[in-house]
């Protein structure tokens, strides 16, 4: 049974810094990667997603990556602002019986202005 | 890209009331579709799928049932609602490996 672990559970940083946060998977047998981002009270926003065969994906400050065969991801957020203040989910799409997508219980991350 | 629509945003309903939840999917077709819940502080509990019309999975017994009468509609009924049903209900999507979309959710809160 696949297992996703995001750690921090939260974190604060001031406006301006680099950061990363963690997912990790116990089963490596995936189709795919995704992170999410979450407002309170709102729905899932897609952010990257990343195919077993790739190594990483990039969109504007976020740049997500994966390392399968040790089963994590990291997504990392450039130049953070107080808008990235949300709870990030990753999901893991596992190929093996029926597949289906196993999230972590996400990162609440708070940018400080 | 794919749109999901949910509807409604909030509800309140009372203990033993019926409930029924629609979701609507554009920009695709025979999407595989999904019913999440998301309680207070706990992660996202999958709760139903469907790969077609007529066809539904369900992954926890529980009050909750579920039907596909089209191919991008999706609909979440109770017949009579507990408390233990209060939570935030997303829509989902995918086609095969592509990737998830969500809808926007629907709150439901019974009292």
């Known amino acids: 049974k696949q297992e996703v672990t995001q750690i921090p559970a939260a974190l604060s940083v001031p406006e301006g810094e680099n950061l990363v946060l963690n997912c990790s998977f116990t089963?490596?047998?995936?189709?795919?990667l995704q992170w999410f981002r979450q407002d309170p009270g709102k729905g899932l926003t897609s952010l990257l997603l990343?195919?077993?065969?790739?190594r990483e994906q990039t969109s504007g400050r976020l740049n997500a990556s994966l390392d399968k065969s040790s089963g994590r991801s990291t997504l990392y957020i450039a130049a953070s602002q107080p808008g990235d203040s949300a709870t990030y989910l990753c999901a893991v799409l596992s190929n093996f019986g029926n597949e289906k997508l196993t999230f972590g219980t996400g990162t609440r991350l708070t940018i400080i202005p | 890209s794919q749109t999901i629509h949910q509807w409604p945003a909030t509800l309140v309903q009372p203990v033993g009331s019926p409930l029924s939840l629609e979701c609507t999917v554009e920009?695709?077709?025979?999407?595989?579709l999904y019913w999440y819940r998301q309680a207070a502080g706990r992660g996202l509990q999958l709760l139903f799928y469907s790969v077609g019309i007529g066809q539904i999975s369900s992954e926890v017994p529980q009050n909750l049932s579920a039907s596909r009468p089209q191919d991008r509609q999706f609909i979440l009924s109770s017949k009579k609602l507990l408390l233990s049903d209060s939570g935030f209900y997303l829509c989902a999507s995918d086609r095969g490996g592509g990737g998830y979309t969500f809808g926007s959710g629907t709150r439901l809160t019974v009292v």
């Open positions: 990343i195919q077993s065969s790739q």
């Open positions: 920009g695709t077709s025979n999407p595989n």
């Open positions: 089963d490596s047998a995936i189709y795919n």
